[in-house]
């Protein structure tokens, strides 16, 4: 089981050394922006390197809304992603399973995420796994709680769609952990990724902080058991950089017996 962090750009490859982690994840732009991403010139370094690869697409992407200026260049930046992130070798796009505004009907998001794979589709398709992420907060999000990750997967589970669990979101999004995987799969069939964060916030308080395993408000020992359920590569999406992520990567490596430093 690959186990990683989420790191900064600028050079994945020293980080995940650093760490000894197995696996990295990095954005290719501005996560709180709409540029589109750049070609690396470290590219084909990173392809050939023994570390796998995620790409998180920008937060303000949201393809769900109603709103038409956020959907349609949301579709473009993630379809953008995804180009930019295949080339790199990229194994995922992370993308968040977004919300509508108040008032709006979530029905027509869920319709609006059919049109993302259908647009996509219609562009030669996603070129690598794209994983759509659990969400810890809102009252109109797509993949906050499991019944709407039901109504999510009835509109685009017959696209090549993956799914990122992240526990904190889980936690702080009011899904108990104790079995969540099962329920998951059933749903989804699938876990491709595990984010494995501890939360400062309480239960169902709808709060995204992450926090490191051995801190915050889950038991770690919940998390290793969600972990090892899942059977998923692992990032680490906690605070500390090299030490605080590496203190972390460590912690699931003896509770998980997996192989240093690629295992
Ligand atoms: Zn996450």
């Not at 089981?1 to 290719?28: C, K, N, W, Y």
């Not at 099962?182 to 494995?196: P, S, Y």
């Not at 915050?216 to 058991?225: K, M, N, Q, R, S």
């Not at 590569?233 to 590496?246: A, C, D, F, L, N």
Request: aromatic content about 6%; hydrophobic content about 40%; overall charge negative.
């Amino acid at each position: 089981m690959r186990i990683g962090a989420h790191v900064d750009s600028t050079d994945p490859l020293a980080e995940a050394t650093a760490r000894e982690a197995g696996a990295v994840q990095f954005f290719l732009a501005d996560p709180q922006g709409w540029k589109a991403p750049k070609p690396r010139e470290d590219a084909e370094q990173l392809r050939a390197a023994d570390v796998d690869l995620y790409v998180h697409a920008p937060y303000v992407i949201n393809v769900a809304t109603l709103n038409n200026r956020i959907r349609i260049p949301s579709r473009k930046l993630l379809l953008g992603h995804a180009q930019a992130a295949a080339a790199i070798g990229a194994k995922g796009l992370i993308v968040h399973g977004g919300h509508v505004n108040a008032g709006d009907d979530l029905a027509v998001g869920f319709d609006n995420w059919r049109k993302t794979f259908a647009y996509a589709a219609d562009s030669g398709g996603f070129e690598l796994p794209v994983l759509i992420e659990n969400t810890a907060g809102g009252d109109n999000a797509c993949a906050r709680r499991l019944d709407a990750l039901a109504r999510l997967w009835d509109a685009v589970g017959d696209y090549e769609v993956g799914f990122c669990l992240d526990t904190c979101h889980a936690h702080a999004g009011g899904e108990e952990l104790l079995g969540l995987v099962d329920r998951v799969k059933a749903i989804t069939g699938r876990i491709d990724l595990v984010h494995a964060n501890n939360s400062k916030g309480a239960f169902n308080s709808g709060q995204d902080r992450h926090d490191n395993l051995d801190g915050g408000t889950i038991d770690p020992e919940l998390l290793v058991a969600v972990i090892r359920a899942a059977g998923a590569p692992v990032i680490v999406e906690t605070p500390g950089g090299v030490e605080g992520q590496g203190a972390d990567i460590t912690f699931l490596r003896d509770r998980l017996g997996a192989e240093s430093p690629t295992g």
